[in-house]
């Protein structure tokens, strides 16, 4: 079995065991975008999103959060400690599906749902990310990064903060106002202020 098949099954197995977020896979500082709301497939990923609302509704088909103990278990946000409550604009908490990450980009699919910690300790449904390795993206051939919503992924390289391969990414805050473009990576409307609630 190949270095990059082993991997992904040992990956995959992690997450299907009920481990989760490989999350914030966005790159480590905010990119702005011009607010693009109205931006084609939008309203699919909201239609496909809406029922995520429910943290135990995305659980059920397989989205989940990684170990206390992983670095992307905690509410993220622009400071490196991935669990600040300082005021810095955030991205929020991760939970990744597993079974998506398979190179595909799909609107209506997304990787990873996005949910910021709220003061009675609940987390609200916020944005979703699309993640495809980089690995799996070169496999597939294609030229330049992945695209979608009229829109190139980020690109973060290995080693990162996540402790995660290379990879690239899209936020599409679709669920909550970002002043700096619905695809920025970070938002400064959101807050880890509430993490450990």
């Known amino acids: 079995m190949s270095g990059l098949r082993r991997r992904r099954v040992t990956l995959s197995a992690v997450l299907a065991g009920g481990l989760a977020a490989l999350g914030a896979f966005g790159a ?3 990119v702005a975008h011009a607010a693009r709301h109205d931006a084609p497939g939008l309203a699919e990923s909201r239609a496909a999103t809406a029922r995520y ?3 135990a509704a995305a659980e059920r088909i397989g ?7 992983a670095p992307l278990h905690w509410c993220i946000d622009e400071d490196l400690d991935l669990d600040d409550a300082d005021g810095k604009p955030g991205m929020g908490v991760h939970l990744v599906n597993g079974g998506l990450l398979d190179g595909a980009v799909a ?3 997304p990787e990873v749902l996005v949910y910021e910690p709220t003061r009675d300790g609940g987390l609200r449904l916020v944005a979703v990310e699309y993640v495809v390795f980089a690995a799996d993206w070169a496999a597939t051939g294609a030229a330049g990064p992945p ?3 009229g829109e190139d992924f980020h690109h973060v390289e290995a080693p990162n903060r996540y402790e995660l391969p290379a990879f690239y990414a899209l936020h599409a805050w679709v669920w909550k106002h970002n002043p700096d473009g619905v695809f920025a990576t970070l938002n400064r409307n959101v807050t880890c202020a509430y993490s450990t609630a």
Request: no cysteine; net charge positive; proline share 5%.
């Open 63 to 69: 989205y989940a959060r990684l170990p206390q103990s």
């Open 147 to 149: 695209r979608l919503f």
């Open 107 to 109: 609107a209506d699919r």
């Open 53 to 55: 609302h429910s943290v």
């Open 28 to 30: 480590a500082g905010g």
